[in-house]
C-alpha cells in the first residue's frame, strides 16, 4: 500500500472516531437523574428497579443493611421503602 493509500486510510479511522464519540455524546446527555436512597454516607449496595408501570428499568442505590432482593423496584416505583438502621419497627422505631 502507498503512503498514499495509508494517509487515506488513516483520515477515514479519525473520521469513524468522531462520528462515534458524537454518538457516545449524545447518548450520555439523555440520562436522567434519579433520587438515591443514601442517608449519612452509609456504604450502599446496587439495585435493579423495573420502572413499574413505566417501564424504564435502572439501578438505585440503597444503605439498608437489611436488603437481600437486589432486584426489586425503587420506593418510586412502588417499591417499599427500605429499613434504615436505627429505624427497624420491630424495635418499636
Not at 12 to 25: F, G, L, Q, Y
Not at 45 to 69: A, M
Request: contains cysteine.
Amino acid at each position: 500500500m502507498s503512503s498514499r493509500g495509508t494517509k487515506s486510510a488513516n483520515t477515514a479511522a479519525a473520521v469513524r472516531t468522531v462520528a462515534n464519540a458524537e454518538k457516545e455524546t449524545t447518548t450520555m446527555a439523555e440520562t436522567t437523574a434519579v433520587r438515591i436512597f443514601v442517608l449519612d454516607g452509609r456504604p450502599v449496595h446496587v439495585h435493579s428497579c423495573s420502572g413499574g408501570s413505566s417501564r424504564q428499568s435502572h439501578t438505585w442505590e440503597c444503605d439498608s443493611p437489611y436488603c437481600e432482593v437486589m432486584k426489586d423496584d425503587c420506593p418510586d416505583h412502588g417499591g417499599s421503602e427500605r429499613v434504615r438502621l436505627g429505624k427497624e419497627p420491630w424495635r418499636g422505631r
